[in-house]
């Protein structure tokens, strides 16, 4: 990334700019092994410098996985609107179309977002920040695997197959796609969205075996 020069040759930095590069940083050492004065170095600022935006590195994650979980919770917020909407019994708002779009439309969002979800997969709980966002994710988690019970009570998935540890499965799939996936002109993101869903839910629909 390009930063324009401020004074004296040194980068000129806003808010979104530096967490971009804090980010990169938290996930090339790990949070808990990056001190401002590494981030400092990085960016080419004085600590202090850093001070006037943000409050500390604590601030800097806070803002980073919380992008990253607006994103995801935004996907299940866009379902539920569209469920309330015109044609809320059709089979396209069915239980079982919903978590499909659901699956497909979070790997966009792992894409669009990729470190910063990369670094919210990671977190470990050691502070507060942290907790607070492992406690947004179990929330996540929750309304996927409420949706997913719905999808087994219709019938759109195996009934053999709990479906909170069918929605686990599901996403514990997707997460993992943070470890290999990176953008790439052969493989579009649409084209990976796709190909997943397809996969896990044929699965997933398929008759239980004798």
Do not use: C
Request: charged share 30%; no cysteine.
């Amino acid at each position: 990334m390009q930063n324009p020069a401020g004074r004296h040759g040194r980068p000129a930095y806003d808010r979104d700019s530096l967490l971009e590069i804090a980010v990169v940083v938290f996930n090339e050492r790990g949070y808990d092994g990056t001190g401002m004065e590494e981030l400092a170095r990085r960016l080419g600022l004085s600590k202090s410098s850093i001070y006037h935006h943000v409050s500390g590195k604590e601030e800097l994650l806070e803002l980073a996985v919380n992008r990253a979980l607006d994103a995801l919770f935004a996907v299940l917020d866009e379902e539920e609107k569209q469920t309330r909407g015109p044609g809320g019994g059709s089979p396209e708002t069915t239980a079982t179309a919903r978590m499909k779009r659901i699956v497909h439309r979070s790997v966009e969002v792992l894409a669009a977002e990729l470190p910063y979800v990369t670094l919210l997969l990671r977190l470990h709980g050691n502070s507060e920040v942290e907790q607070r966002a492992l406690a947004r994710r179990r929330e996540f988690d929750h309304r996927v695997a409420e949706l997913m019970s719905r999808a087994a009570a219709e019938g759109g998935i195996r009934a053999d197959i709990d479906p909170h540890l069918a929605s686990r499965l599901l996403f514990g799939t997707v997460n993992s796609l943070v470890e290999w996936y990176r953008p790439d002109r052969d493989l579009t993101v649409s084209t990976l969205a796709d190909a997943l869903t397809t996969i896990l839910f044929d699965g997933l629909h398929g008759r239980a075996a004798d």
